[in-house]
């Protein structure tokens, strides 16, 4: 078992969308959302709106059948069952919710290949059949603190646990992050010397670190499409596995996968 975690963004990184926003597009939501948001945080908001679908007789099938409908790029899928084939722990760390990730990880029978997704939980409201979301942090009660990211969630304070719990069990491993958004910004922030950022590029966590690379003890790689998704990140494990090897003195040392690691490193402007 290779001591690596890759742990991957959903909404713009599994999916081509943003799962919240395909809901609102595919069930005509959007009059309803601009109405609310000016006044409306917007993990309430989608709680409220599976409220409205509810209202409106749509059964939490037709939501899952709507959430299978949503696109990802093809090599997704085999990019994740091969990193969970080389025996790397995948994680999900994502501020959409647990009842869509769940449909469509289960739908593309992938759920197995993750051993935890830390998210938003949802759950049905037996009695009325309609689903809730709820925050993953009570902000109202305990409030992050963290400036950078949204009340609801933190990523950062969740790489800091995972990272807590991992050297809790006297354990070292290596971390590959893969995400797109403002909100994997702070995580990135929080990963250690030997850690990978993999943002993607052109797109908001990439553009934020750009501004000040330096400010990452990770090493970054970036990515455009779920293509070069898989080719980079499965370099990246080949060479920890690799250099692993090499340190523990099993391998003969590899010039090519190191040499192709640092081609591919961020060119951040
Ligand atoms: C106008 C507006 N305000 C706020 C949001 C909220 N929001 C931003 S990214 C995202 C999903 C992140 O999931 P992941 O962490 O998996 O990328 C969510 C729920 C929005 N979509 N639109
Ligand atoms: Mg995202």
């Given at each position: 078992?290779?001591?690596?975690?890759?742990?991957?963004?959903?909404?713009?990184?599994?999916?081509?969308?943003?799962?919240?926003?395909?809901?609102?597009?595919?069930?005509?939501?959007?009059?309803?959302?601009?109405?609310?948001?000016?006044?409306?945080?917007?993990?309430?908001?989608?709680?409220?709106?599976m409220?409205?679908?509810?209202?409106?007789?749509?059964?939490?099938?037709?939501i899952?059948?709507?959430?299978?409908r949503?696109?990802?790029?093809?090599?997704?899928?085999?990019?994740?069952k091969?990193?969970?084939?080389?025996?790397c722990?995948?994680?999900?760390l994502?501020?959409?919710?647990l009842?869509y990730?769940?449909?469509?990880?289960?739908?593309?029978?992938?759920?197995?290949?993750?051993?935890?997704?830390?998210?938003?939980?949802?759950?049905?409201?037996?009695?009325?059949?309609?689903l809730?979301?709820?925050?993953?942090?009570?902000?109202?009660?305990?409030?992050h603190?963290?400036?950078?990211?949204?009340?609801?969630?933190?990523?950062?304070?969740?790489i800091e646990?995972?990272?807590?719990?991992?050297?809790?069990?006297?354990?070292?491993?290596?971390?590959?992050?893969?995400?797109?958004?403002v909100?994997?910004?702070c995580?990135?922030l929080?990963l250690?010397e030997?850690?990978?950022?993999?943002?993607?590029?052109d797109?908001?966590?990439?553009?934020?670190?750009?501004q000040?690379?330096a400010?990452?003890?990770?090493?970054i790689?970036?990515?455009?499409?779920g293509?070069?998704l898989?080719?980079?990140?499965?370099?990246?494990?080949?060479?920890?596995?690799?250099?692993?090897?090499?340190?523990?003195?099993?391998?003969?040392?590899?010039?090519?996968?190191?040499?192709?690691?640092?081609?591919?490193?961020?060119?951040?402007?």
């Open positions: 078992m290779a001591d690596i975690m890759v742990v991957f963004d959903f909404d713009k990184t599994i999916m081509d969308w943003e799962c919240d926003d395909w809901i609102v597009h595919e069930f005509g939501l959007i009059d309803l959302v601009n109405e609310l948001l000016p006044t409306t945080p917007w993990n309430s908001l989608m709680d409220k709106m409220g409205e679908l509810h209202s409106r007789g749509k059964t939490i099938a037709e899952a059948d709507v959430l299978k949503a696109t990802m790029h093809p090599r997704i899928v085999p990019a994740i091969s990193i969970h084939a080389l025996g722990e995948l994680r999900i994502s501020d959409a919710n009842f990730i769940e449909t469509i990880l289960n739908h593309l029978g992938i759920r197995e290949c993750f051993s935890q997704i830390t998210t938003n939980p949802s759950f049905v409201d037996e009695e009325k059949g309609r809730r979301i709820l925050p993953f942090h009570d902000f109202r009660s305990s409030p603190g963290c400036s950078l990211c949204p009340p609801n969630l933190c990523k950062g304070a969740v646990r995972v990272q807590a719990s991992v050297s809790a069990e006297g354990k070292k491993k290596r971390f590959i992050y893969v995400g797109d958004g909100g994997d910004y995580p990135s929080k250690s030997g850690d990978f950022m993999m943002p993607r590029k797109y908001p966590v990439w553009d934020l670190i750009c000040n690379p400010l990452l003890k990770a090493e790689h970036e990515w455009t499409d293509e070069e898989e080719r980079v990140v499965l370099r990246l494990i080949d060479a920890i596995i690799t250099e692993e090897e090499i340190k523990s003195g099993r391998s003969i040392s590899s010039d090519r996968e190191m040499q192709n690691i640092v081609d591919h490193r961020c060119a951040c402007p």
